[in-house]
């Protein structure tokens, strides 16, 4: 990432599109559209030859899931592709979308936000199609690209406004978590050399950085309070609190809490830091963690985050994952 909100790089424009709940289809097309396939497996689609979009955006579920259904504010994870009505060509998606686990092994990059506020891939109106669905859902969302992505389109495309846009959408999961969550406990006096860390209920955590002590140049991670909730894999989709200081002068850069509060990002696939990635995998649900990250696992090499220099310091509580 190249922004100092850690969650950045995962933002769209907001959600405007309303779409009918799960088994109620919206919408009318003139697209002639074939989507084989099952739930979890790459989609193929194919649109017959002259098919063209309708005036509205229409919204299919092709197979519906009987997991969580899908809530304004919900954190959801997706999987997705899109394709061209013009020339019934790929377009891409998170199936095309390789990245890698801390140890190395390939894992796709899916879409995770929550509903009604900012994601990063899937674009707004086809985001909030998802919304009255459930964990488990496959939907098919069929529109212009004014319709699905807006007037500013990547020329290297070679699409106009009006020109069509199928997109097959699964639901992978949902979750809904308090924004205002936090974990609670009995914190854990820090290791020698880590930071103090003194957490406020429902404000940034105030992070003191130890006098005269160098800034480490590996990661260094400590559990502070253990949770007791489920262990967090690679590729799912992890929800947190966060408050980041710099550890050179000890000031706070960013805190989900000045924001909406709790956050959403796919972990262990390269969507964030190489610290968060390798220091959060494998904790749990409900567990408080001080991870101290170095430039090299930071964003060394990302001048425009301002941040490329610096060791960071972060406390992370881990409320939820989907």
């Not at 769209?12 to 309303?18: E, T, Y």
């Not at 936000?113 to 707004?124: H, I, K, L, S, T």
């Not at 069509?164 to 006096?189: I, M, N, P």
């Not at 967090?232 to 000890?250: C, F, H, N, R, S």
Request: some cysteine; glycine content about 14%.
């Amino acid at each position: 990432m190249n922004t100092r909100r850690l969650a950045a790089a995962l933002a769209v424009p907001v959600l405007l599109f309303s779409a009918a709940a799960c088994g109620d289809d919206k919408g009318s097309s003139e697209a002639e559209v074939s989507v084989k396939g099952d739930f979890g497996q790459k989609p193929e689609i194919s649109v017959e030859k002259g098919s063209k979009p309708g005036d509205e955006l229409t919204v299919k579920t092709l197979s519906e899931g009987k997991g969580d259904k899908v809530e304004k504010g919900s954190f959801v994870r997706l999987d997705f592709a899109v394709q061209s009505m013009k020339d019934d060509k790929p377009l891409g998606g998170s199936w095309s979308s390789q990245g890698q686990t801390p140890g190395g092994k390939d894992v796709r990059r899916q879409d995770v936000f929550a509903a009604g506020q900012p994601g990063q891939q899937v674009p707004a109106k086809v985001a909030d199609a998802v919304i009255g669905q459930r964990a488990g859902s496959r939907v098919e969302v069929v529109g212009t690209v004014k319709e699905t992505i807006g007037e500013q389109v990547n020329p290297q495309l070679g699409l106009e406004p009006e020109d069509g846009l199928v997109w097959v959408v699964d639901v992978v999961g949902a979750q809904k978590v308090d924004l205002r969550s936090e974990v609670k406990g009995d914190q854990a006096k820090p290791d020698e050399g880590m930071p103090e860390v003194k957490v406020l209920s429902q404000k940034a955590a105030e992070i003191t950085i130890p006098k005269d002590t160098k800034a480490p140049s590996e990661l260094k991670e400590q559990v502070l309070i253990k949770g007791t909730g489920p262990e967090v894999k690679a590729g799912e989709g992890l929800i947190a609190q966060y408050t980041g200081v710099k550890w050179e002068d000890g000031k706070k850069f960013d805190s989900s809490w000045d924001h909406s509060g709790a956050t959403s990002f796919q972990i262990g696939t390269g969507s964030v830091v190489q610290g968060w990635d390798k220091g959060l995998v494998g904790k749990h649900v409900g567990d408080r963690v001080e991870l101290v990250i170095p430039p090299k696992l930071g964003y060394e090499g990302q001048a425009g985050s301002g941040l490329d220099k610096n060791t960071l310091v972060f406390v992370v509580d881990i409320v939820g994952k989907v």
